[in-house]
């Protein structure tokens, strides 16, 4: 049985067993590189700054991917066949 965080009862607190499987959930969503074998309690900072990283990494991605495809477009004819699967995928 897990204790409350902070005592008394509370109904809108949250267990150290439901921190726990939340850290779990989260370290699930990194890739394997990022991944800390077992994450405990003392290591939620550690996932924390890893997944603050990650979603920074993320950003830079997408960035990149938009400069590109808008340097992409700018080369091609508006009508082409080429544009026009572009816009549909971008729907």
Known sequence: ????R???????????E???????KLQALLPESSRSRGASRSSASKLLKETCSYIKSLHREV?????????????MDNNSPQAEIIRSLLR
């Open 1 to 4: 049985m897990s204790s409350r």
């Open 6 to 16: 902070g005592g008394g009862g509370g109904g809108g607190r949250i267990t150290d």
């Open 18 to 24: 439901e921190i726990n499987e939340l850290i779990s």
């Open 63 to 75: 960035d990149d991917l938009s400069d590109r495809l808008s340097e992409l477009m700018s080369t």
